[in-house]
Every structure is written in structure tokens, then in C-alpha cells.
């Protein structure tokens, strides 16, 4: 008997085992699209101007998403994604607060708009009360800005 209940403890054990292996394979392979990123990143909600510029010369949508991928590797803050669509792009950020703190664990969403009207560029976020946050995401913007 003692037998039996450990034969069928080590086939529970297995499968236990191989159901948590699927279940990890799964979830490693989910892959979201530009447009379910942008639901998630919530860019509704991104209404506050935190910066703007006067003018742009030679304003070009691909050339400022690659030099976001390739422009901030010891920067303050860490750029997660960056999504371009139409005359604006949106940028998923790590940062820390205060805002030259090594430890980056918050995270948020700009929006860089270019309006042809004009030539000139302005950085959108999210609406804060928080003096130190409002702080950290105009440090944020003005350096998205100083890659024009």
C-alpha cells in the first residue's frame, strides 16, 4: 500500500511539474502590438504640457525614434518603448524620484508631439499632484527635448 500511495504521489508530482513548465512557456511568449501597448500606456490621459520648443529644423519622425533607442544609455531615466504614430511619438520611461536618484523603479508615458503649424515640438504626461513627481517629469521632458 505504502507503494501504491507513493507510485501515485510521484505521477501527481509530474504533472504538477509539467503543468508549471506549460503555463511558463506561455506567458514568455505573449507579444503585444503597438496599438494594445498604446491602450496600455493609457496616452488618453496625457494631457499635461510639461515642455515645449520654439522651433525645429529638419524634423523627422524616424530619425528621432532611432536617436531615442540609441540616446539615453546613462541617463537619469531608462527609455522602455518607444512608438511612433503619425507626428507623435510615445515613450514608455523608468525613472527615480528625486530625479537623479540611481534607483528607478516608477514608470510613465510621454507623448512628443510635432505640429507642422509651427515647426515645434512639445512633451505631454500625465496629470500629478505630487510636487516631486511634477518635478521629476519636467527634468524628463526637457532632456526628450534636448535630442532636437
Known amino acids: 500500500m505504502l507503494f501504491t500511495f507513493s ?4 505521477k501527481v508530482a509530474t504533472y504538477a511539474g509539467e ?3 506549460e503555463s511558463q512557456d506561455g506567458v514568455d511568449s505573449i507579444v503585444l502590438s503597438d496599438d494594445e501597448k498604446l491602450q496600455v500606456m493609457n496616452i488618453d490621459n496625457l494631457i499635461v504640457c ?3 520648443s520654439i522651433k525645429v529644423d529638419r524634423y523627422s519622425a524616424e530619425k528621432v525614434h532611432q536617436a531615442l533607442r540609441n540616446y539615453f544609455p546613462n541617463s537619469h531615466f ?4 518607444v512608438i511612433t504614430r503619425k507626428n507623435c511619438i510615445y515613450i ?3 525613472h527615480a524620484i528625486p530625479f537623479r536618484d540611481a534607483n528607478k523603479c ?3 508615458t510621454f507623448s512628443v508631439n510635432y505640429m507642422d ?3 515645434s515640438i512639445s512633451v505631454y504626461g500625465y496629470d500629478t499632484r505630487n510636487t516631486s513627481e511634477k518635478e521629476v517629469f519636467k ?4 532632456e526628450l527635448l534636448a535630442i532636437f
Open 117 to 119: 503649424a509651427n515647426n
Open 50 to 52: 510639461y515642455q515645449s
Open 7 to 10: 507510485k501515485g504521489l510521484i
Open 78 to 81: 531608462v527609455i522602455d518603448e
Open 139 to 142: 527634468n524628463i521632458a526637457q
Open 106 to 108: 516608477f514608470g510613465t
Open 19 to 21: 503543468a508549471y513548465y
Open 92 to 94: 514608455k520611461v523608468t
